[in-house]
């Protein structure tokens, strides 16, 4: 599908595919390490709903383990862009740029 046959609300430059997997982060920083739960995924970004509280440009080291045809293994860093509070009330939905995907 081409940009001119998308709906008027999906401009983005790649598809989004829903996904439901477990992502395991890792704070650059600090090493603190977290789960997180996968919800779509593109050829730049990533988005999963989380408890652990992020800010905008916080950086991050990313592995998914999917068991879906989409993607087997992906590692890579990531940069937080966007933190809204999610559906539930008790989480957050992070939108997050992939920066460097880290192959074997």
């Not at 829903?18 to 600090?30: G, K, M, N, T, Y």
């Not at 997180?36 to 999963?48: D, E």
Request: hydrophobic content about 40%; aromatic content about 4%.
């Amino acid at each position: 599908m081409n940009l001119d046959q998308r709906g008027y609300e999906e401009k983005r430059g790649f598809i989004r595919v829903p996904v439901d997997c477990e992502v395991v982060l890792q704070h650059a920083d600090s090493g603190r390490r977290f789960q997180a739960a996968g919800r779509n995924l593109s050829a730049c970004g990533v988005l999963f709903h989380t408890d652990e509280r992020l800010e905008p440009g916080d950086r991050l080291e990313m592995h998914i383990e999917a068991s879906q045809a989409l993607i087997s293994v992906l590692d890579a860093s990531i940069e937080v862009v966007r933190v809204e509070p999610a559906a539930d009330g008790l989480s957050w939905a992070v939108g997050s740029a992939i920066r460097i995907i880290h192959s074997e």
